[in-house]
């Protein structure tokens, strides 16, 4: 399985980025998770490290070109019920909100089971099974295709 790269060209000069890119305003290291892809006889396993997420902050479908589709987001806002809402001589000199965005797009093999792939999240982990098409399934998908 390949990742699917996609390139983004920025229009903005680099003084924005020089602006902005500041020692008193250190820049958030946005990183993707960590992903891990096994093969064994019968299927292909994609473990996805994702701590603190729930099935619902993900996404995953396979695209319009056949590719598997992994994405997964995740919002924190704080609540008025919060110990920082309560106080009320206070003021934010920075505040960072917690948001967590990730979308990764894997080329499937062509021996791919697609209508079989299943999905489950636990203990931090995304974990993607997708079987492989049996010496059976195989000889169905070939066919004589007869001439007219």
């Not at 290291?29 to 006889?41: F, G, H, M, Q, S």
């Not at 299927?43 to 056949?66: Q, R, S």
């Not at 948001?99 to 093999?109: A, D, E, H, R, V």
Request: hydrophobic residues 35%; negative net charge.
């Amino acid at each position: 399985m390949t990742p699917v790269r996609r390139y983004n060209q920025s229009w903005l000069p680099s003084i924005f980025d020089d602006f902005f890119d500041t020692n008193w305003m250190n820049k958030t290291n946005a990183t993707a998770p960590a992903i891990n892809v096994i093969e064994n006889d019968a299927e292909y396993l994609v473990e996805v490290a994702a701590p603190g997420m729930t099935k619902a902050d993900f996404d995953v479908h396979i695209d319009e070109d056949g590719n598997l589709v992994i994405a997964m987001e995740k919002k924190s806002e704080r609540k008025e019920g919060d110990e920082a809402a309560r106080r009320t001589n206070c003021r934010y000199l920075r505040r960072e909100f917690a948001y967590s965005k990730f979308q990764q797009t894997l080329i499937l093999p062509d021996d791919v089971e697609k209508e079989h792939i299943s999905a489950g999240v636990a203990d931090g982990v995304l974990t993607i099974t997708l079987p492989k098409q049996t010496a059976e399934d195989k000889a169905k998908a070939t066919r004589q295709i007869e001439i007219k």
